[in-house]
């Protein structure tokens, strides 16, 4: 059963960074592109950052320059820095991942459970 986690949340002072991790664990054969995406109360969930498995990377123009994801292919890690955090970045962040788990499955979607990130002004 493949499943991921996510951790590095918390509550931080506008103008902070965190580092959020999303680390899979069980049988996998490959991850294609990993994304982080987040819900704020009352809102619908919004995807923040992609990356595929050879590096490309996409942002939402609202955290384009401020937040970097990144991957480690040999952990099936990937991370979320975010930095010049503002109030409205508050939110609980998913991560959601392409995976193909055995060579004679077709590759699904997986997600997190989730992280809260809260930001103070």
């Known amino acids: 059963q493949v499943q991921f986690v996510e951790s590095g949340g918390g509550l931080v002072q506008a103008g902070g960074s965190l580092r959020l991790s999303c680390a899979a664990s069980g049988t996998i054969l490959s991850i294609n592109t990993m994304a982080w995406y987040r819900q704020a109360p009352g809102k619908q969930r919004e995807l923040v950052a992609t990356?595929?498995?050879?590096?490309?990377?996409n942002y939402a123009d609202s955290v384009k320059g401020r937040f970097t994801i990144s991957r480690d292919n040999a952990k099936n890690t990937a991370y979320l820095q975010m930095s010049s955090l503002k109030p409205e970045d508050t939110a609980v962040y998913y991560c959601?991942?392409?995976?193909?788990?055995?060579?004679?499955?077709?590759?699904?979607?997986?997600w997190g459970q989730g992280t809260q990130v809260t930001v103070s002004s």
């Open positions: 990356i595929t498995s050879g590096g490309d990377t």
């Open positions: 959601n991942a392409d995976v193909k788990a055995r060579a004679w499955l077709r590759s699904r979607d997986y």
